[in-house]
């Protein structure tokens, strides 16, 4: 398994507070990316990063933000969580982000639930 | 824009018994299509992909896909399921060096 641990892996939170995950990875991969997951939905990219403080916005951007200070890590922050950011979060590596000859390598998730 | 559609979200089917996971994209140029699985509790694992020359690709677990050009499709198929093979499915697909789109996912439940 690619090395990427994920923190939390739960969270229960209520609406309005500050929250960070976090993603880290022992791989040295270039790009790193956060998606969750919701039911009818399947997989959706929230943001990624294609380099220590190279980011850029996924399609479900909005109340989230990233950073990537250093190559293992790559943080996520919902400003102010609502209901609506309640999900399972994956973070993925990659080593060259081109899916040709790099697949993604996903973590484990983050279940989080805002009440 | 490129999409991805998977008809069914939830195929049961009792062990031993064939089974196929339907997925159709939408693209104008060339893509790379993707097979990830996703077992409980667990992130998304890369099952098997099509990137060019044979149209036919397999899994080391015995899964095997389609690439149909003509009906934009990427099926995915196993003679016998077994128990062990319960998991979500995602059909995924990129164009070049694009990001991936993901489909919505199969949930695959093999009863004894």
């Known amino acids: 398994d690619a090395g990427i641990t994920q923190s939390p892996r739960h969270k229960v939170t209520e609406t309005g507070t500050p929250v960070t995950l976090r993603c880290h990875q022992t791989?040295?991969?270039?790009?790193m990316y956060w998606y969750r997951q919701d039911p009818g939905h399947g997989l959706r990219l929230i943001h990624y990063?294609?380099?220590?403080?190279?980011?850029d916005k996924g399609e479900v951007s909005d109340g989230y933000s990233v950073s990537r200070s250093k190559t293992e890590d790559f943080l996520l922050t919902l400003e102010s969580a609502t209901s609506s950011q309640t999900s399972v979060y994956f973070c993925?590596?990659?080593?060259?982000?081109?899916?040709?000859?790099?697949?993604?390598?996903f973590g484990n998730g983050t279940r989080l639930t805002v009440t | 824009a490129q999409s991805v559609t998977q008809l069914d979200s939830q195929v049961p089917v009792f062990e031993e018994a064939p089974v196929e996971l339907r997925c159709n994209y939408s693209?104008?140029?060339?893509?790379?299509l993707f097979w990830y699985v996703q077992y409980p509790n667990q992130g998304l694992q890369l099952l098997l992909k099509?990137?060019?020359?044979?149209?036919l690709v397999e899994s080391i677990n015995g899964f095997e896909a389609e690439f149909n050009k003509s009906q934009t499709s990427f099926h995915l198929r196993k003679p016998s399921v077994h128990i062990s093979d319960t998991a979500e499915y995602f059909c995924?697909?990129?164009?070049?060096?694009?990001?991936?789109?993901f489909g919505t996912g199969t949930r695959l439940q093999v009863f004894p």
């Open positions: 993925a590596i990659s080593e060259t982000g081109n899916s040709y000859n790099s697949p993604l390598h």
């Open positions: 791989e040295n991969h270039r790009y």
């Open positions: 990063s294609y380099g220590v403080k190279d980011t």
């Open positions: 693209s104008s140029v060339s893509v790379y």
């Open positions: 099509y990137l060019s020359g044979s149209t």
């Open positions: 995924a697909v990129s164009e070049g060096t694009d990001k991936l789109i």
